[in-house]
């Protein structure tokens, strides 16, 4: 009993931390993996639509996407990802290693009681969306992945591609000792929000996170020096899904080339969306654009 109402006691106080957002057509649930509460924000009813963002950012980067899908017949998930907003801040770089990241992307699925989803990833939420159908292949129906290659392409780069291999020093500036120690909540609002309605959501989201456990996704999973392994082995299983692939060419962190060739790593249809306006985050910068290419291929394929 004692247990029990500790975790009311618990649920209660983080509904009573939650944003203003929960009147409206959102609702928030948590799902656990491993003791660690993931927070996610659900819209609409249909199959489900897992969506991942990444960093700096938190779910709310998906509200334009959201309404489109739960418009048109889908259930959308969309996750603070593990140390993000209300999700759990676990300590240590290991708690950040992708099969933890994997495992709150299946716990997701899990609780919303459905044994596959298609699975959207921005950024390390790409990163992690592409090791979810590589290592749990059951977990995803279909693919829809923002700006990161393919692991076997982003290896490719960081290898060959000095223009990539500049482009990802800030990764390596990130693994060091204290880097967090140069982030604020109002320095990576600015970076990340696009939308001025948004602003305090953003801002009240990140004064919630932890920087350090933001550093641990790249000390735990990032390359450590140039043309160093990334990602799973470098025999990848072939991806058996269909995959939506959108990047805006003016991205400055990751390389367009870097798409190259991913067609030879999946046995399904593969469509590659290149936007010569957008930046990294593509989906802000190109929003209409995005959001019914992404409505249009999801409905092609129920």
């Known amino acids: 009993m004692r247990l029990i109402h500790l975790a009311a006691v618990a649920a209660a106080a983080a509904l009573a931390t939650a944003p203003a957002h929960a009147a409206g057509p959102y609702q928030d649930k948590y799902a656990e993996n491993g003791g660690v509460k993931i927070h996610y924000v659900v819209e609409g ?33 969309a996750l603070d990802t593990r140390g993000y907003n209300l999700s ?56 829809i992945i923002f700006s990161v290659p393919h692991p076997a392409g982003l290896a490719r780069e960081l290898a060959t591609n000095k ?33 001025p309605k948004e602003a305090a959501g953003y801002l009240e989201a990140f004064k919630r996170s932890d920087f350090a456990a933001m550093m ?9 020096g140039v043309g160093d392994q990334v990602g799973p082995p470098q025999t990848f ?28 790593y999946v046995d399904a249809d593969t469509t590659i969306v290149m936007v010569p306006t957008a930046g990294h985050w593509v989906q802000h910068d190109a929003e209409k654009l995005v959001d019914r290419t992404i409505k249009d291929w999801l409905d092609a394929r129920r």
């Not at 990802?168 to 909540?185: H, I």
């Not at 641990?216 to 450590?224: F, G, T, V």
């Open 216 to 224: 641990n996704y790249y000390r735990a999973n990032y390359p450590r």
């Open 88 to 143: 759990d801040k676990p300590k240590g770089v290991a708690a950040y290693a992708m099969p933890n990241l994997v495992g709150d992307v299946a716990a997701v699925i899990k609780a919303e009681g459905v044994k596959d989803a298609t699975v959207v990833g921005h950024d390390w939420g790409a990163a992690i969306a592409w090791n979810v159908v590589l290592t749990r292949p059951e977990l995803v129906n279909k693919l």
């Open 237 to 264: 299983p072939k991806i058996k899904v269909p995959v939506l692939v959108i990047h805006g060419m003016k991205d400055t962190a990751l390389n367009a080339a870097g798409h190259a060739g991913t067609w030879n």
């Open 163 to 195: 223009d990539q291999q500049a482009n990802s020093q800030y990764a390596r500036n990130f693994q060091k000792e204290g880097s967090e120690n140069q982030l604020t909540a109002e320095r990576l609002a600015g970076m990340a929000n696009k939308d």
């Open 45 to 77: 009813k249909g199959p489900l639509v897992v969506m991942i963002h990444g960093f700096p950012d938190y779910w709310a980067t998906w509200k334009p996407l959201m309404a489109t899908l739960s418009k048109d017949g889908y259930r959308v998930a």
